[in-house]
């Protein structure tokens, strides 16, 4: 597994180079006791495994011990690959385990992906290969002879961990990590897509790294309504591939209905992870917790430790911060942390072993604003509400204490919170006004200078080699004189269009980390700016830069919607470049090929595609009667797509087992099944006999409609390279299952976001022989940088199922441009910005058949009270059926604080409306748009599970 302890920095150090090492394996007879003695002798506890040389699967299913790991075969025998295929769908284990074809050379993964590869015969692939796929302290498990050999990849120097919320004890918000930089290529990708609002509680509280594993504390709960009931847990993944390896259930924790940005400011605080061990608190008033990080498993309670409300790990010491004032969301709270009226509770600062369960001392302090303890070396830093205190963190003697004004007033309820660094010689303390530094050593008043607070957060101070960084009066950093406070440097960022993100800043050693709109790079050398509007820190707790990665939580905001990345990423900076391959292959032929039919098929009343058509339009031509009755049933198993219907024949695919299946429409019987090597996430389209789809894996295939015989398949990913997406492998440029078909032409888009990983990549082919027609990419950067036009509307474009209208192409908000591949096309077509096969019930969002939708807090709701709109949307020449909100509410919400019901409606598409929403007029704000007109409409219940949008 990918492991490191800080306290093992001496021995990382020492093991720079490659340990190899033989270990006899006298494993039990069968594949699970080989998996077994496997696992037990690498001693890797979840993450990818990759199996080299899968041959009939066995070995391949029986090592995914547990749902901790997920297991990838590859074979370069394409028929071993078939029946290792075949062999796992028969046991029910396809999906978290699964297998492929690859070329025996080159691995298909992105780099420091893989936590263990195991091969009995490793054939030309070389071991710098096996190296740049292996995740730090990721092993390489080979077979020789009648041994086995362990290779370690060791810990790179140049990447760091970040293991408290501001990075480590001394509250020094800022990564030593050197592979950090502005984000370009996706790492891995998981759920959830959205957090749950955003004008309460944040659905993520807190975030850290340690020993190559991330975790962190958020609300699972359903993401229709922030009204429904909470899931808050606390998840660990892999840090490095994203593979969730254990789940533990929070029971009561801060009430997610709080006023946004209303605190408790303590959550980030209340989860440290360093080496083998979690600390935690796995209640709003619990005592600290400690678990085993690989598994989850409780190790031991601090007894006494009851109310902590801030963690520190400093050397063999846990020093934990306790106050028993109650949680609240009421006002009082305010008022008892700006120190109006006397706080209720008792307050003391605990320290215990780090490893064992032992409560070293207690000390009492009073009154304080919290969280604000700080440590470095054996000294311990806190304050109450008018004196900084240093204290020796073995001892709890006092060393010295110096007089201290906290000004918190002017900011929104909760979130004040004093900012508290110690660096080198120095400690500093800044409130909302005021910069102080003293000494480290006897407390000497160094100097003061102006602070200025974040947008409802602390200030930043961020001490970077030899100066002190903070903010100036405007948007500008300034770095001043650690030991003088004198201005040495001024560098300016840039502002957006509207207010900070309401969270803290972060730093490396190179980057200041900004939430000015999106994520904003600041080259604290160079004075250079990186604008990466398209993606965005969460709300009250922001990014985090560890393990060379940029980590970006799911978020709940409308800014930039249609180009913004919408989920938990890991992003990386930079990769290595693919290695040519002298026979890169991208159209393979299969044993059908030159097997499609002549003539299109005569069936009038089928569904050849996903809803129904090129423009998607989810009208049937059939007709249908008043009373339905089952006619048969089949069991496919797993989770599917719509379906496609036509000559008889349903086909529909098994999302996660990768799956087509081919069914009678006449009794329900399986005709034919077929195996891609990715997720098929929508259902195939139909075209003269042909079955076309593509796959997760980056392909797109032409199966013959009788037998299922692969026509060919065609490479759109410009290579084949893998990486962790919501639970599986997946290419990094995938395929949406469902093809367009426009013109006797294939078109496909290979890709996820114009700015991640040189764009998205657009396709025709030609559907008989799969050759290639044309080729375009839609790449969002200009010169590596963002565009300078960045605003609301700002350019770019997500990946989705492309859609026809007339003579024009479509995906998402944007005209396809196949000769230049330009995003500033529009055009009147059925879309929305969260993609088609959305199934979230975000609010915030919804479709339309429009040129247009608009984005940020003051808009997204106004094309949806201009042109009907809804959940799902169905649509001909001369009406619009739906099923969605009556009305969206003027502002942030989108949740339902206006009286806002669902309807079943139809829209009259001839009736003449508004197309642009009501401008202002000077002086006075622009008007409401006047209420739509239906056909007729029917108040309904909302409908808050998934369903399948066919």
Same mark, same amino acid.
């Given at each position: 597994?990918?492991?490191?302890?800080?306290?093992?920095?001496?021995?990382?150090?020492? +093991?720079?180079?490659? @340990? *190899?090492? $033989?270990?006899?394996? =006298?494993?039990? /007879?069968?594949? #699970?006791?080989?998996?077994?003695?496997?696992?037990?002798?690498?001693?890797?506890?979840?993450?990818?495994?990759?199996?080299?040389?899968?041959?009939?699967?066995?070995?391949?299913?029986?090592?995914?011990?547990?749902?901790?790991?997920?297991?990838?075969?590859?074979?370069?025998?394409?028929?071993?690959?078939?029946?290792?295929?075949?062999?796992?769908?028969?046991?029910?284990?396809?999906?978290?385990?699964?297998?492929?074809?690859?070329?025996?050379?080159?691995?298909?993964?992105?780099?420091?992906?893989?936590?263990?590869?195991?091969?009995?015969?490793?054939?030309?692939? +070389?071991?710098?290969? @096996? *190296?740049? $796929?292996?995740?730090? =302290?990721?092993? /390489?498990?080979? #077979?020789?002879?009648?041994?086995?050999?362990?290779?370690?990849?060791?810990?790179?120097?140049?990447?760091?961990?970040?293991?408290?919320?501001?990075?480590?004890?001394?509250?020094?918000?800022?990564?030593?990590?050197?592979?950090?930089?502005?984000?370009?290529?996706?790492?891995?990708?998981?759920?959830?897509?959205?957090?749950?609002?955003?004008?309460?509680?944040?659905?993520?509280?807190?975030?850290?790294?340690?020993?190559?594993?991330?975790?962190?504390?958020?609300?699972?709960?359903?993401?229709?309504?922030?009204?429904?009931?909470?899931?808050?847990?606390?998840?660990?993944?892999?840090?490095?591939?994203?593979?969730?390896?254990?789940?533990?259930?929070?029971?009561?924790?801060?009430?997610?209905?709080?006023?946004?940005?209303?605190?408790?400011?303590?959550?980030?605080?209340?989860?440290?992870?360093?080496?083998?061990?979690?600390?935690?608190?796995?209640?709003?008033?619990?005592?600290?917790?400690?678990?085993?990080?690989?598994?989850?498993?409780?190790?031991?309670?601090?007894?006494?430790?009851?109310?902590?409300?801030?963690?520190?790990?400093?050397?063999?010491?846990?020093?934990?911060?306790?106050?028993?004032?109650?949680?609240?969301?009421?006002?009082?709270?305010?008022?008892?942390?700006?120190?109006?009226?006397?706080?209720?509770?008792?307050?003391?600062?605990?320290?215990?072993?780090?490893?064992?369960?032992?409560?070293?001392?207690?000390?009492?302090?009073?009154?304080?604003?919290?969280?604000?303890?700080?440590?470095?070396?054996?000294?311990?830093?806190?304050?109450?509400?008018?004196?900084?205190?240093?204290?020796?963190?073995?001892?709890?003697?006092?060393?010295?204490?110096?007089?201290?004004?906290?000004?918190?007033?002017?900011?929104?309820?909760?979130?004040?919170?004093?900012?508290?660094?110690?660096?080198?010689?120095?400690?500093?303390?800044?409130?909302?006004?005021?910069?102080?530094?003293?000494?480290?050593?006897?407390?000497?008043?160094?100097?003061?200078?102006?602070?200025?607070?974040?947008?409802?957060?602390?200030?930043?101070?961020?001490?970077?080699?030899?100066?002190?960084?903070?903010?100036?009066?405007?948007?500008?950093?300034?770095?001043?004189?650690?030991?003088?406070?004198?201005?040495?440097?001024?560098?300016?960022?840039?502002?957006?269009?509207?207010?900070?993100?309401?969270?803290?800043?972060?730093?490396?050693?190179?980057?200041?980390?900004?939430?000015?709109?999106?994520?904003?790079?600041?080259?604290?050398?160079?004075?250079?700016?990186?604008?990466?509007?398209?993606?965005?820190?969460?709300?009250?707790?922001?990014?985090?830069?560890?393990?060379?990665?940029?980590?970006?939580?799911?978020?709940?905001?409308?800014?930039?919607?249609?180009?913004?990345?919408?989920?938990?990423?890991?992003?990386?900076?930079?990769?290595?470049?693919?290695?040519?391959?002298?026979?890169?292959?991208?159209?393979?032929?299969?044993?059908?090929?030159?097997?499609?039919?002549?003539?299109?098929?005569?069936?009038?009343?089928?569904?050849?595609?996903?809803?129904?058509?090129?423009?998607?339009?989810?009208?049937?031509?059939?007709?249908?009667?008043?009373?339905?009755?089952?006619?048969?049933?089949?069991?496919?198993?797993?989770?599917?797509?719509?379906?496609?219907?036509?000559?008889?024949?349903?086909?529909?695919?098994?999302?996660?087992?990768?799956?087509?299946?081919?069914?009678?429409?006449?009794?329900?019987?399986?005709?034919?099944?077929?195996?891609?090597?990715?997720?098929?996430?929508?259902?195939?389209?139909?075209?003269?006999?042909?079955?076309?789809?593509?796959?997760?894996?980056?392909?797109?295939?032409?199966?013959?409609?009788?037998?299922?015989?692969?026509?060919?398949?065609?490479?759109?990913?410009?290579?084949?390279?893998?990486?962790?997406?919501?639970?599986?492998?997946?290419?990094?440029?995938?395929?949406?299952?469902?093809?367009?078909?426009?013109?006797?032409?294939?078109?496909?888009?290979?890709?996820?976001?114009?700015?991640?990983?040189?764009?998205?990549?657009?396709?025709?082919?030609?559907?008989?022989?799969?050759?290639?027609?044309?080729?375009?990419?839609?790449?969002?950067?200009?010169?590596?940088?963002?565009?300078?036009?960045?605003?609301?509307?700002?350019?770019?474009?997500?990946?989705?199922?492309?859609?026809?209208?007339?003579?024009?192409?479509?995906?998402?908000?944007?005209?396809?441009?196949?000769?230049?591949?330009?995003?500033?096309?529009?055009?009147?077509?059925?879309?929305?910005?969260?993609?088609?096969?959305?199934?979230?019930?975000?609010?915030?969002?919804?479709?339309?058949?429009?040129?247009?939708?608009?984005?940020?807090?003051?808009?997204?709701?106004?094309?949806?009270?201009?042109?009907?709109?809804?959940?799902?949307?169905?649509?001909?020449?001369?009406?619009?059926?739906?099923?969605?909100?009556?009305?969206?509410?003027?502002?942030?919400?989108?949740?339902?604080?206006?009286?806002?019901?669902?309807?079943?409606?139809?829209?009259?598409?001839?009736?003449?409306?508004?197309?642009?929403?009501?401008?202002?007029?000077?002086?006075?704000?622009?008007?409401?748009?006047?209420?739509?007109?239906?056909?007729?409409?029917?108040?309904?219940?909302?409908?808050?599970?998934?369903?399948?949008?066919?």
């Amino acid at each position: 597994m990918c492991r490191k302890s800080n306290s093992g920095r001496k021995a990382v150090v020492i +093991s720079a180079c490659l @340990l *190899m090492f $033989v270990m006899s394996v =006298n494993s039990p /007879a069968g594949p #699970k006791g080989t998996a077994k003695e496997i696992l037990k002798a690498t001693a890797v506890k979840g993450g990818l495994i990759v199996h080299l040389g899968c041959g009939d699967g066995k070995l391949t299913g029986a090592l995914h011990a547990n749902d901790s790991y997920l297991v990838h075969g590859l074979d370069s025998d394409r028929a071993d690959v078939d029946a290792a295929r075949k062999y796992l769908n028969s046991k029910d284990a396809y999906g978290k385990v699964s297998v492929d074809v690859f070329d025996g050379e080159n691995l298909p993964y992105a780099e420091n992906l893989v936590n263990l590869i195991v091969a009995e015969y490793i054939g030309e692939v +070389s071991t710098d290969e @096996l *190296m740049r $796929v292996l995740a730090p =302290n990721g092993v /390489a498990y080979i #077979k020789k002879g009648d041994a086995w050999e362990k290779t370690v990849k060791p810990w790179p120097k140049d990447i760091d961990e970040w293991t408290h919320y501001l990075h480590d004890a001394s509250n020094n918000a800022v990564s030593h990590d050197k592979v950090v930089g502005p984000p370009r290529h996706l790492r891995w990708a998981g759920l959830p897509k959205f957090a749950r609002a955003h004008e309460q509680l944040a659905s993520i509280s807190a975030i850290v790294t340690g020993g190559g594993r991330l975790f962190y504390i958020i609300d699972e709960g359903p993401r229709a309504d922030i009204r429904l009931p909470t899931q808050w847990r606390l998840v660990a993944r892999d840090a490095f591939n994203g593979v969730i390896l254990w789940k533990r259930p929070i029971k009561f924790w801060a009430d997610h209905l709080r006023r946004f940005r209303s605190g408790p400011p303590d959550l980030a605080f209340r989860l440290v992870a360093v080496g083998e061990k979690v600390y935690v608190t796995e209640g709003i008033d619990s005592a600290l917790s400690v678990l085993d990080a690989a598994t989850g498993k409780k190790l031991w309670t601090y007894k006494g430790s009851e109310n902590t409300r801030q963690i520190l790990h400093v050397g063999e010491r846990i020093v934990l911060l306790i106050d028993t004032q109650p949680q609240t969301t009421s006002q009082n709270e305010s008022d008892i942390r700006r120190g109006v009226k006397p706080a209720p509770g008792k307050r003391a600062i605990v320290a215990a072993d780090s490893s064992g369960n032992k409560v070293l001392w207690r000390k009492k302090i009073g009154p304080l604003v919290h969280p604000t303890v700080a440590a470095q070396g054996n000294r311990l830093f806190y304050q109450t509400m008018n004196t900084l205190f240093c204290v020796n963190i073995d001892t709890a003697e006092e060393i010295w204490h110096a007089p201290i004004k906290t000004e918190l007033k002017g900011h929104e309820v909760g979130w004040e919170s004093p900012t508290l660094v110690v660096r080198g010689d120095v400690v500093y303390y800044a409130d909302f006004r005021q910069i102080t530094a003293f000494a480290v050593e006897d407390g000497n008043r160094l100097w003061d200078g102006s602070a200025s607070a974040g947008y409802n957060s602390p200030p930043d101070l961020f001490v970077i080699d030899d100066l002190l960084w903070t903010k100036g009066r405007q948007v500008q950093r300034i770095g001043l004189d650690p030991a003088t406070g004198v201005q040495q440097r001024e560098i300016p960022s840039i502002k957006g269009y509207m207010h900070h993100r309401c969270y803290r800043n972060k730093a490396t050693d190179r980057f200041i980390l900004l939430g000015n709109q999106g994520v904003q790079f600041l080259d604290v050398k160079s004075g250079e700016n990186w604008q990466n509007y398209w993606i965005r820190g969460t709300c009250q707790y922001g990014i985090m830069p560890a393990n060379g990665l940029l980590y970006v939580p799911p978020d709940s905001c409308a800014c930039n919607l249609k180009t913004k990345l919408n989920g938990f990423y890991a992003l990386a900076a930079d990769r290595k470049a693919a290695r040519k391959r002298p026979n890169d292959t991208r159209l393979e032929k299969g044993p059908a090929y030159g097997q499609a039919s002549a003539n299109r098929s005569t069936d009038t009343e089928g569904w050849s595609t996903y809803r129904c058509d090129s423009t998607r339009s989810g009208i049937a031509t059939t007709r249908i009667p008043a009373r339905l009755d089952k006619a048969w049933q089949a069991k496919i198993g797993g989770r599917l797509s719509s379906v496609t219907v036509s000559d008889g024949k349903v086909f529909v695919a098994s999302i996660d087992t990768h799956t087509v299946h081919a069914i009678d429409a006449a009794d329900g019987s399986t005709l034919w099944t077929y195996t891609a090597g990715g997720r098929v996430d929508s259902p195939p389209t139909i075209y003269k006999g042909l079955i076309l789809f593509g796959s997760a894996d980056g392909w797109v295939y032409a199966l013959v409609a009788s037998d299922g015989e692969l026509a060919w398949r065609f490479r759109a990913a410009p290579e084949d390279r893998r990486t962790f997406v919501n639970g599986q492998l997946e290419s990094v440029w995938p395929v949406h299952g469902s093809i367009l078909v426009k013109d006797d032409c294939v078109i496909v888009a290979a890709g996820r976001s114009s700015y991640l990983d040189g764009g998205i990549h657009i396709y025709r082919l030609d559907p008989v022989t799969g050759k290639e027609i044309s080729q375009t990419c839609i790449y969002s950067p200009v010169d590596g940088k963002q565009p300078a036009e960045g605003g609301k509307e700002m350019r770019g474009v997500l990946c989705d199922i492309l859609s026809a209208v007339g003579g024009d192409v479509y995906m998402r908000h944007m005209k396809v441009d196949f000769a230049d591949g330009s995003e500033t096309g529009t055009g009147v077509h059925l879309f929305t910005p969260i993609g088609l096969l959305d199934d979230t019930w975000w609010h915030r969002a919804y479709w339309v058949i429009n040129d247009k939708f608009l984005s940020h807090w003051s808009a997204w709701w106004k094309v949806g009270n201009l042109v009907p709109s809804g959940r799902i949307l169905s649509y001909n020449e001369s009406s619009v059926f739906g099923y969605g909100r009556d009305q969206y509410v003027k502002g942030n919400t989108g949740q339902w604080r206006g009286g806002e019901k669902y309807q079943l409606f139809v829209h009259d598409r001839n009736t003449a409306g508004q197309t642009e929403p009501p401008k202002a007029q000077k002086g006075k704000r622009a008007p409401l748009p006047a209420p739509l007109k239906y056909r007729w409409t029917k108040q309904v219940p909302p409908v808050c599970h998934r369903h399948a949008r066919g």
